[in-house]
């Protein structure tokens, strides 16, 4: 569930967590019509979005019995404070 958050989170721009508490391996199929927002394709790679589907929150819910929902948590962030450009040898 982890990965899956993950390809969500890359796929949509957003912090996304796997609060499911679920472990282990799973295989399923998920068919939903993504919008121009929801895209993993290369820029070169066609998109077929003439088909209407689901969108992305009920293929989740109807399909898998899961729900993207969004609320406020802590999240890792990373600061640089500053930085300083030094050679190194080859």
Known sequence: MRK???LFAR???VP???ATGLEGVFTF???WTPDETQRLAAPDEAVATNQPGPSIFAALQEQLG???EG???PAEVLVVDSMERTPTEN
């Open 29 to 31: 199929t998920l068919d």
């Open 4 to 6: 899956l958050a993950d």
């Open 16 to 18: 996304v967590t796997d």
């Open 71 to 73: 609320k406020k948590a």
């Open 66 to 68: 899961l729900k993207l």
């Open 11 to 13: 796929m949509m721009n």
